[in-house]
């Protein structure tokens, strides 16, 4: 009984194999566009500039989580790099997609297709995620570059990865240096960012399903704890403060939320939400709740 099911496993392995060599895995996919592809579409943005430098082999397994995680539900990826200029709206990985429909009917050898395609594009994210950027990060005017995309994807599942170490400045103030530490002076420093265009009032273009965020490794590499809270707790907040949900605020989480982005088990983020008080009109979450 053994020997037939190594037997049984070894011909499925085999089978899977042709399958995956015959089929071109590890191509551009054809004939389908994102609109059409089933699964979610994942933007991927990571954090190139010189106070990553230590963390981008964590960046690359983040990145490639994301990807593996999108590739297994038959979705689309977009990835791209942040440093001090974000006025370059390119994606040097776009619209790349994981419909494959290798194995018909099973599922097992259909999702191990999309796998592989998936570890095929590990070699080029290292390469983008591995080069030293310009300057600071301008990641706050990449949100715009970021919605721009999200608003030709209006009827999709979408979710988003930022994986900064959050060392930015931000309408003046240095989050490395000098973080907002209180309630009060968070709320102050994003309403001026939003009265100042620097923060897009709403991130989710107000269409299709809920805007999901999974924000990872801030504060990594900061080594005053304080510090380290305070910028995870402020990207928190510019985040809801557009309309967006984040799902998960460290790297650990990922993994673990990705396929059910339903997991909202971030300890800060609640803390956060019980913090948050009252937003001015124009930085409200989109549904116009008020929390205290």
Same mark, same amino acid.
């Given at each position: 009984?053994?020997?037939?099911?190594?037997?049984?496993?070894?011909?499925?392995?085999?089978?899977?194999?042709?399958?995956?060599?015959?089929?071109?895995?590890?191509?551009?996919?054809?004939?389908?566009?994102?609109?059409?592809?089933?699964?979610?579409?994942?933007?991927?943005?990571?954090?190139?500039?010189?106070?990553?430098?230590?963390?981008?082999?964590?960046?690359?397994?983040?990145?490639?989580?994301?990807?593996?995680?999108?590739?297994?539900?038959?979705?689309?990826?977009?990835?791209?790099?942040?440093?001090?200029?974000?006025?370059?709206?390119?994606?040097?990985? $776009?619209?790349?997609?994981?419909?494959?429909?290798?194995?018909?009917?099973?599922?097992?050898?259909?999702?191990?297709?999309?796998?592989?395609?998936?570890?095929?594009?590990?070699?080029?994210?290292?390469?983008?995620?591995?080069?030293?950027?310009?300057?600071?990060?301008?990641?706050?005017?990449?949100?715009?570059?970021?919605?721009?995309?999200?608003?030709?994807?209006?009827?999709?599942?979408?979710?988003?990865?930022?994986?900064?170490?959050?060392?930015?400045?931000?309408?003046?103030?240095?989050?490395?240096?000098?973080?907002?530490?209180?309630?009060?002076?968070?709320?102050?420093?994003?309403?001026?960012?939003?009265?100042?265009?620097?923060?897009?009032?709403?991130?989710?273009?107000?269409?299709?399903?809920?805007?999901?965020?999974?924000?990872?490794?801030?504060?990594?590499?900061?080594?005053?704890?304080?510090?380290?809270?305070?910028?995870?707790?402020?990207?928190?907040?510019?985040?809801?403060?557009?309309?967006?949900?984040?799902?998960?605020?460290?790297?650990?989480?990922?993994?673990?939320?990705?396929?059910?982005?339903?997991?909202?088990?971030?300890?800060?983020?609640? $803390?956060?939400?019980?913090?948050?008080?009252?937003?001015?009109?124009?930085?409200?979450?989109?549904?116009?709740?008020?929390?205290?």
């Amino acid at each position: 009984m053994r020997a037939s099911r190594i037997l049984i496993a070894g011909a499925v392995c085999c089978v899977a194999a042709l399958l995956l060599a015959g089929c071109g895995v590890g191509d551009d996919l054809t004939g389908t566009s994102s609109a059409s592809a089933p699964g979610p579409v994942t933007v991927v943005v990571a954090d190139v500039s010189g106070s990553t430098l230590a963390r981008r082999g964590a960046y690359v397994s983040d990145a490639m989580t994301a990807i593996t995680a999108t590739a297994e539900l038959g979705g689309t990826v977009f990835l791209s790099t942040v440093d001090g200029l974000a006025t370059d709206e390119s994606w040097p990985i $776009a619209d790349r997609r994981f419909d494959t429909t290798i194995g018909g009917a099973n599922k097992q050898l259909a999702r191990a297709a999309r796998r592989e395609n998936a570890r095929r594009l590990r070699p080029r994210v290292e390469r983008l995620l591995h080069r030293r950027g310009r300057g600071g990060t301008d990641l706050l005017a990449m949100l715009t570059n970021v919605r721009r995309l999200l608003c030709t994807l209006p009827d999709k599942e979408r979710r988003v990865v930022l994986i900064t170490d959050g060392a930015i400045v931000a309408g003046g103030v240095n989050l490395y240096r000098s973080p907002p530490l209180t309630r009060a002076a968070r709320t102050r420093l994003v309403t001026r960012l939003h009265g100042s265009d620097e923060i897009p009032p709403d991130l989710t273009c107000g269409a299709g399903a809920p805007l999901r965020i999974w924000l990872s490794e801030l504060g990594a590499g900061i080594h005053r704890r304080e510090v380290a809270i305070a910028v995870r707790r402020f990207f928190v907040e510019v985040i809801e403060s557009t309309g967006a949900v984040v799902v998960a605020d460290e790297p650990q989480l990922l993994k673990r939320s990705f396929v059910d982005s339903r997991r909202e088990v971030s300890t800060v983020i609640r $803390a956060t939400a019980r913090e948050r008080g009252r937003w001015p009109a124009h930085a409200r979450p989109r549904d116009g709740r008020q929390l205290s």
